[in-house]
């Protein structure tokens, strides 16, 4: 394990048990809205600042983008992309789906380490550029299922914008019609992880944000599976729109996300 992966996770674990200390336990006081059906709490708050604090201490010339404001501007040209905790609402209200999210970004755009860990369960999903995918230590891949019959899909939810609800609506009605289920489990950072170790054999969502996806576009990567945006790019922080899967259902998502959020691309039948 790299000295980077190791601060990672560290940081990652550190900011875990400030969840769990305060899980179930959240008084209304504690709890901001942010702009329309966007919520921030004091636990994100302390848990960005524990992973900053680790991290600029570790690599004090490295940049940070975190999702609660933090940002430190480095000369290193390297960045580490930060969610304190993916899955906020979650959190509000007692549902145990959240995780923290922490990647590293070279000066090439590429992600060389990452970090997805889930608390309550005590799951710690790490990925290395070149090193494959673990969780708990252990060696993961993608599903190699291909018969939609079987496959469970991952996905999110329109919540706060609108203008794109009917293409989403009708790209539903198609992965619904060629799978056997889907989920939405209110992180994409975990929906990432487990398309990663095989639990969902897909994900897509629309407008997502760099720390929302960056540690787990690396999960799914160096598990054997493909990311890439609605058009089939694979820089997707251009767009921020996210397809991950396998051999079978990253296709079949993509040519969804093409013909109804894409209808003039060349690549659309």
């Known amino acids: 394990m790299s000295r980077e992966l190791d601060t990672a996770v560290k940081a990652a674990k550190a900011a875990g048990e400030i969840t769990l200390r305060k899980f179930g336990e959240l008084s209304s006081l504690e709890i901001v809205q942010k702009e329309f059906k966007d919520f921030v709490t004091e636990v994100d708050k302390a848990c960005e600042a524990a992973i900053s604090s680790l991290i600029t201490t570790a690599f004090p010339d490295d940049s940070m983008l975190c999702e609660e404001g933090t940002i430190a501007e480095g000369e290193s040209g390297r960045t580490w992309i930060v969610d304190p905790l993916d899955g906020t609402l979650n959190f509000i209200h007692s549902f145990p789906v959240f995780s923290i999210s922490i990647a590293l970004r ?6 060389l380490c990452g970090v997805v860990y889930q608390p309550v369960l005590r799951e710690l999903f790490t990925a290395e550029k070149g090193g494959g995918a673990f969780l708990n230590g ?5 599903s190699s299922r291909c018969d939609r019959e079987s496959f469970l899909i991952a996905t999110g939810l329109p919540f706060k914008e609108y203008h794109y609800l ?6 539903l009605k198609e992965v619904i019609h060629d799978s056997a289920g889907i989920r939405r489990a209110g992180s994409a950072a975990i929906d990432l992880a ?3 170790c095989g639990r969902f054999d897909g994900f897509w969502e629309y407008k997502l944000y760099p720390w929302d996806f960056a540690a787990g576009i690396l999960l799914v990567r160096e598990a054997g599976g493909t990311v890439t945006d ?4 694979t820089d997707v922080f251009l767009k921020q729109s996210i397809i991950a899967g396998n051999a079978t259902t990253h296709p079949m998502l993509l040519e969804k996300a093409l013909k109804h959020f894409c209808p003039e691309h060349p690549l659309q039948p």
């Open 106 to 111: 070279d000066t090439g755009g590429d992600i």
């Open 194 to 196: 487990y398309t990663a």
């Open 138 to 142: 252990s060696p993961i891949n993608v």
């Open 230 to 233: 609605f058009e089939g790019r």
């Open 166 to 171: 009917d293409s989403y609506v009708a790209m």
